[in-house]
């Protein structure tokens, strides 16, 4: 196979970073870091641009936060064609779900609450108190949210796995109120969706989707209860809703397609690289496998792995597009460069497929979940390990966080001060006070010593 | 002083919880609790309507994306009336406010950074790491953002104190660099803030305020660099093009007017309380000072003492308006009601002018900032007791914390297995990704055991 099988490296506009040869390869990259660099830059700095989306959400929140379960009842008329009498699923719905679900399906999704429930209770944050000033008491209390909506896509997009990984996180934060939310389906909801809430702990099942869910858990309905915080993947119309209503309530993240970023060396297995790529590249068109190594020749075996594996897929239309149109294999002169790489790509999962790969732990700057090793294969962390699998996309893991029970809490700070502990900062807050032009906190200060 | 005084409770709007009588009152209200928690949901349930703000902000978002540092210059002549020819606040610029900033000002910066610093490293949040299965290790990395942008708003609204408190847990957190962007002033920059901004370690400054601010510091321009988060107050153009840059980079949070919650009992000194709430009127006409108490003459005597005081304000007329427009004192029948009518409320800050205060600790549900007790002012909070002093707004105390060092560190998980860990639970995750339609993801393991 030769290097004029693969489109040179360019970039034709600022959405997407590499242009494949429309032959479902990945394409092979050697460029200059600084090139590469470069590129990754634009690609993560887009000015979003869905007017008419937004629009057509602002009026479904408006509708919706006026007019309540009747407005949510025409919208899923019309967008999911159904009727609906009731929105909310009965409990017995729910148990029977339970009931007909294979045995061996209940028994892994219980291994997996095992696991999540065992990681996220690390996460566990502790208020404090202060009091080493003499008069002065200091501290920060940390309490659950209250009540907690959860967003499941309908169709094909409704995974169980995604459930526990939403709701069990809220159950050891400590939130008493967890309701789930997803569109009605014309002949039932997923079994195995109710059987992972029930195992999870829902409190509350809606059927509903898109904007009007999300607008249903902000502003609350006459059926569904207004929450504090909405997390949960969705399509375009749900991600719009939820950065809209942020500040009505708060929300986890805005969620796009998948990542798998790969880094690789001579030792790896071209197959299992290729594999795992897969397993995110069958998610979504748009998903996006990346693999970077310095070595050439796992680069072209990686890419025929690939070409080869994905004829053998179900998904192999969704897994082709991804691998030629977002996927590519950059191949970079040592691991330094290509850990600046993936920093700068800062993939939603990445796998550390080098000896002792543990050891590179601090090169890692930006990435939701890390997977370290030859065997830490990229879907043991969609299912079983622990870790969260609802993870930053799209370069935001230079700055969000893996979904985590620090997403279901809040602080509350509170100091006490005794009268003489007041008196000895008083000259520094009356001063402060008035530099700033705000003579009445200084008088509220002064009110106590007159 | 008779009822008559008072308009009755009414609530003519969605927007406006309690209508005054026009002439700097505090409203006194005596309704039953359910009747108050009514209309306490109906004001914090607010469909925002920004239409146009919001188009504008697209713009000068799109613009500053595209034609960086150009636009930012011709948008700082057009809003700001300053024609700029170079963005960057020089450091001899720096050092000559310092030098100018008296040094009682500059003792008492130097007193609230201390105390601040020493509240917030109680903040930090530990890594963890987990070997108790065998051949599996799991852990979570905390690690700093790399660069921080901090907005400062110009005019009366600079604050010296804000700065600290949001530059300090920042620096504390590990940020390398943060960056300061404040309005151009005809009459060049505020002393004490760039004193302020010297003190707290600000690593960079720049002259340009507004959205066009927030979107430089989204995308970059050629001068300001761009960052992975941006916090700190400003006016709706501001608070917008936060919200529409969310997703580019994290941002704190949505901020609104300030608001004081006093819940006061009979032993509370109503001057006092007076004087509290007016620290809070005195920030913007739309600030909300509020009192709950189950002792009719305090009410009575606390609005008496406001209508006294408020006319000795440098603010009076803004401190009146809130006050008359948007404050109100309600009469509970005993001080259960008044937490369960506050913590629908969820003050910013929230005073218990109570004795043995901090039993009540448990009551509080939401609210940002806590004072406990007779001689914890506002104030004090607001300079030098060293929790934060920008904090959730507007009802978001039920979701959102005050700002901390945890806004500015990211979370990585990681997950390393062997190959036996990983065959042990081989079947859990081939069992869950062929139930969820995934089949790549069930060869990605398989693939290890061919």
Same mark, same amino acid.
């Given at each position: ?38 590129? !990754? ?57 339970? $009931? ?53 896509? =309908? ?64 502003? =609350? ?5 207004? !929450? ?76 025929? +792995? ?10 192999? +239309? ?11 294999? &950059? ?19 990445? +796998? ?27 879907? !043991? =962390? ?24 620090? $997403?279901? !809490? ?15 900062? &008083? ?24």
């Amino acid at each position: 196979m030769s290097e004029d099988d693969f489109f040179i490296f360019k970039s034709p506009n600022r959405n997407r970073l590499f242009i494949g040869n429309g032959v479902a390869n990945m394409q092979i990259i050697e460029e200059s870091l600084d090139q590469m660099l470069k590129q !990754v830059a634009i690609r993560t700095n887009k000015v979003a641009n869905r007017a008419e989306v937004e629009k057509s959400v602002r009026d479904i929140i408006a509708n919706v936060a006026q007019n309540g379960d009747q407005a949510v009842k025409d919208y899923e008329k019309k967008f999911d064609r159904v009727e609906l009498d009731d929105l909310a699923v009965s409990q017995s719905e729910i148990d029977d779900a339970y $009931d007909k679900t294979d045995q061996d399906v209940i028994d892994a999704l219980e291994l997996a609450k095992r696991n999540i429930t065992s990681f996220h209770k690390m996460e566990i944050e502790d208020s404090f108190v202060d009091a080493k000033q003499k008069g002065v008491i200091r501290g920060e209390k940390i309490a659950p949210l209250a009540a907690v909506g959860v967003y499941v896509p =309908g169709g094909t997009a409704a995974y169980p796995s995604s459930i526990l990984m939403n709701v069990i996180p809220a159950k050891i934060a400590g939130v008493k109120r967890v309701v789930m939310v997803t569109p009605p389906q014309t002949n039932g909801l997923n079994k195995a969706v109710l059987a992972a809430a029930k195992i999870a702990g829902v409190d509350e099942i809606y059927t509903v989707g898109g904007a009007q869910a999300i607008a249903s858990l902000a502003y =609350g309905t006459e059926t569904i209860p207004r !929450v504090d915080k909405i997390t949960g993947p969705g399509n375009a119309y749900v991600a719009t809703a939820k950065k809209q209503v942020f500040g009505q309530v708060d929300i986890d993240m805005i969620a796009g397609p998948s990542e798998i970023g790969v880094i690789a060396g001579s030792q790896a297995v071209a197959s299992q690289v290729a594999a795992d790529l897969l397993s995110q590249a069958e998610h979504d068109k748009l998903a996006r496998p990346i693999l970077v190594t310095d070595d050439k020749q796992l680069a072209i075996n990686v890419n025929a +792995e690939m070409n080869r594996q994905v004829k053998l897929l179900p998904r192999q +239309e969704i897994a082709q597009a991804a691998m030629d149109n977002e996927g590519f294999i &950059a191949v970079v002169k040592n691991i330094d460069d290509a850990f600046t790489l993936m920093n700068a790509v800062a993939p939603e999962h990445l +796998e550390v497929q080098l000896p002792d790969a543990i050891s590179y732990l601090n090169q890692i700057q930006n990435a939701g979940s890390v997977f370290l090793g030859f065997s830490a294969s990229e879907p !043991v =962390g969609d299912y079983v390990a622990g870790p969260n699998h609802i993870l930053p996309t799209g370069g935001t893991a230079r700055f969000f966080s893996p979904l985590g029970v620090q $997403d279901f !809490v809040k602080r509350t700070q509170f100091v006490s001060y005794t009268r003489p502990a007041l008196k000895k900062e &008083a000259d520094a807050i009356t001063t402060l006070a008035r530099v700033e032009g705000l003579e009445a906190h200084a008088r509220a200060i002064e009110s106590r010593f007159k």
